[in-house]
């Protein structure tokens, strides 16, 4: 199996960042910049060939993803836990623990093939604060207590909610990066917002003096 250095010489250019967007990464990532041009190094090498990103994706890797990502960062809690369900190539989790040294994160994914990667490169970028664990969200509700749950491009919020409120402790939080359609997606999951006894999502866009195209977020938290 390659490892997250094998192929890059095999495939296309790393794009570097235009202006705008070095600014953005630079606010976010501080000194941890390096790593981050590495991380996407290594999605837009090994994260093509290992099929978790497809390769138009290389030339908006930065934008629509990472940067996108990232911005959640200064969202979250210091000293808290973090769930990423989902995390497939580390979007959102392998980017907020290169903002965030100060949370620990745990990296729910249940494809072998996307947890060895990720293995790869978290020993790679040295990544103290990342835990991996090879499930799906709903055979980990004893073992994970996450004071904040969070997902990207897994599911609708329908589906997403009853996968993800299990593994929140009793005062965390459940924020979704989304697209424009959360509303309508909130909307659809009137029922499970209800079962799970959370209280009204919240819709929030983060990064608006950052990014070129904000990111959408929903937020949720349990009634008392």
Not at 45 to 54: N, Y
Not at 160 to 179: C, Y
Request: aromatic share 4%; with cysteine.
């Amino acid at each position: 199996m390659n490892t997250p250095t094998d192929a890059a010489e095999e495939l296309e250019p790393v794009p570097g960042l235009i202006e705008t967007e070095r600014a953005a990464a630079e606010a976010l990532f501080g000194e941890r910049l390096a790593l981050a041009e590495r991380y996407v190094g290594h999605l837009c090498t090994t994260g093509i060939s290992h099929g978790l990103l497809g390769p138009r994706e290389i030339p908006r890797m930065w934008g629509r993803h990472v940067l996108n990502c990232a911005v959640l960062g200064p969202e979250l809690p210091s000293g808290s836990v973090v769930a990423d369900v989902g995390s497939g190539a580390g979007l959102p989790g392998i980017a907020l623990a290169l903002v965030r040294t100060d949370v620990d994160f745990i990296l729910i994914e249940p494809m072998e093939r996307r947890v060895d990667w990720l293995s790869q490169l978290v020993n790679d970028l040295d990544l103290e604060n990342v835990q991996l664990i090879r499930a799906r969200a709903e055979e980990v509700s004893d073992e994970v207590m996450a004071d904040v749950v969070t997902a990207r491009a897994v599911s609708a919020l329908k589906k997403l909610i009853p996968l993800t409120v299990p593994l929140l402790a009793d005062d965390g939080e459940l924020i979704f990066l989304k697209g424009r359609s959360v509303q309508e997606e909130i909307d659809a999951a009137a029922k499970a917002i209800k079962r799970y006894r959370l209280k009204t999502p919240q819709v929030q866009l983060l990064g608006e003096d950052l990014l070129e195209e904000p990111t959408t977020i929903v937020r949720a938290s349990r009634r008392c």
